[in-house]
């Protein structure tokens, strides 16, 4: 009876031991997991696209994943909507990340910058080919100082310093909108508006990706448009600068 007893014991000791361990495992586990970095993004081809779960691929996806994993850097793909990617970096609660992202000066008040991990060609005009009140070949201001053409603006969105210091001037007609390009792209099919700005990177893959035929649409093209702007990794100030730092020694720049 003794011994059986004593076994009894050793074998509830073995039992709590057990599940302490796996508790403790558990816990480790989470610590973990909270401690990786969330690079989040959005369906955006050329730029990003979603090969498989976790795994993104693209003009600037590539040289972030590829930043990242050298430079043994823990993190995990998140998808969500661009509108909603800075309002995380603002709230700054976690470890994140945004990729292929312009730099301005409001951004960098909640903001961490990476090097650039990309150059734009120069920004376009996207607009129905039957719409026969805009062409391409004029400058940003006479397109801008039209009233009587409506441009279609993302809210909470930056095309770079030019076209944004140049809306800001001139204050076009427009119309600010929450959707990603895909729905703005059906809203010029449904007349909502003439135009609104893109990257010659991904209009083609825009168009297409929302199954519609490249030869309903026509670029715009602009005499005085400078080189296309450059697109970096932004993460929240939680954020360590030693981490940017290791990042930016990884960076490598594709070639056009």
Not at 44 to 66: E, F, W
Not at 134 to 156: A, F, H, P, R, W
């Amino acid at each position: 009876m003794h011994s059986l007893r004593i076994s009894s014991l050793t074998l509830k000791r073995i039992v709590n031991s057990f599940f302490t361990f796996i508790l403790l495992l558990i816990m480790n586990t989470y610590v973990f997991s909270d401690d990786r970095i969330r690079i989040h993004y959005n369906e955006r081809p050329p730029y990003l696209i979603t090969v498989s779960t976790g795994l993104v691929t693209g003009l600037t996806a590539d040289v972030a994943r590829n930043a990242f994993q050298n430079a043994g850097i823990a993190h995990y793909w998140v998808k969500t909507p661009s509108k909603r990617q800075m309002k995380i970096l603002k709230e700054n609660k976690g470890k994140d990340c945004l990729v292929g992202w312009f730099k301005n000066a409001e951004r960098k008040k909640f903001a961490k910058y990476t090097k650039s991990i990309y150059q734009n060609k120069p920004m376009i005009g996207l607009a129905l080919f039957s719409n026969t009140n805009i062409d391409g070949g004029k400058s940003v201001e006479n397109v801008l100082q039209n009233q009587n053409l409506l441009l279609l603006t993302k809210s909470g969105y930056s095309y770079g310093k030019y076209l944004d210091n140049a809306i800001e001037k001139f204050k076009p007609n427009s119309y600010t909108v929450t959707v990603e390009n895909i729905n703005m792209l059906m809203m010029l099919n449904f007349a909502r508006a003439d135009y609104f700005f893109t990257t010659e990177e991904e209009m083609k893959g825009l168009i297409t990706s929302a199954g519609f035929s490249l030869g309903d649409y026509k670029t715009i093209h602009f005499s005085n448009m400078p080189l296309g702007n450059k697109r970096y990794i932004l993460c929240s100030k939680n954020v360590k600068d030693k981490t940017i730092e290791k990042l930016n020694e990884w960076i490598k720049l594709p070639q056009n």
